[in-house]
């Protein structure tokens, strides 16, 4: 791949080597992650600059190894569904969504949640619907606070993030133990997890 000057048709119509502060902007050339990849640099490449269609990123050759300049942001609506083993957890509608954000392969979740309503509700609690899975064998923790357990000792809390779902547990001698028989109507759970995804 050479490297030449490049002399652009601006926006406004211009040609011009230079942008000027308004209604301008700077076209990179755009590749696909295989034919990034597929380029034979050496260190007198140093400051090749494309845009990765597939990554939705640019990318700058060091002299080198690629590396991703601007990663891309993106965020959305985290609808849970509260699963137990059995029995079923209802949530507050006024408090049934968290908000999630994803900047490169990381990915935050937050939310806070009301439980509505419960029907014998026993074993592992998970929280589902994650918008993106954990790298295979790299799963996460989340941080969980709570309040309004049928137990009123239930105080230390613990999380695991894996596939799409948060697991949620109570620590107790020494154990994780299952959550879902102590949320009752009126429990609160704050939740938040970062986690790196493919």
């Keep these: 791949m050479g490297v030449a000057d490049i002399i652009r048709t601006s926006v406004s119509g211009g040609s011009q080597n230079s942008l000027s502060a308004q209604a ?14 597929a380029f034979t640099l050496n260190a007198s490449n140093a400051g090749l600059a494309v845009y990765d269609i597939t990554a939705g990123a640019i990318y700058i ?3 080198a190894a690629w590396v991703g300049a601007l990663v891309g942001y993106t965020q959305g609506i985290w609808s849970p569904t509260f699963t137990a083993t059995t029995g079923t957890i209802t949530l507050n509608p006024a408090n049934a969504t968290g908000l999630w954000s994803r900047i490169g ?3 935050t979740v937050v939310g806070q949640f009301l ?3 419960v029907s014998s509700p026993t074993g592992l609690l998970s929280l589902t619907n994650l918008p993106f899975a954990p790298v295979a064998g790299f799963e996460s923790s989340a941080t969980l606070a709570g309040s309004g357990f049928s137990a009123g000792a239930i105080t230390s809390l613990a ?7 948060i697991q ?4 107790q001698n020494g154990n994780l133990n299952p959550m879902a028989v102590h949320m009752i109507a009126n429990s609160q759970l704050y939740v938040s997890g ?3 995804t493919t």
């Design 159 to 165: 999380a695991t993030i894996t596939g799409t779902t």
């Design 24 to 37: 301008d902007g700077f076209g990179l050339p755009t590749v696909s992650t295989a034919q990034r990849l």
């Design 115 to 117: 439980v509505q309503s």
């Design 61 to 63: 050759w060091n002299g």
């Design 168 to 171: 949620c547990y109570h620590y």
């Design 105 to 107: 392969n990381t990915v």
């Design 194 to 196: 970062t986690y790196i």
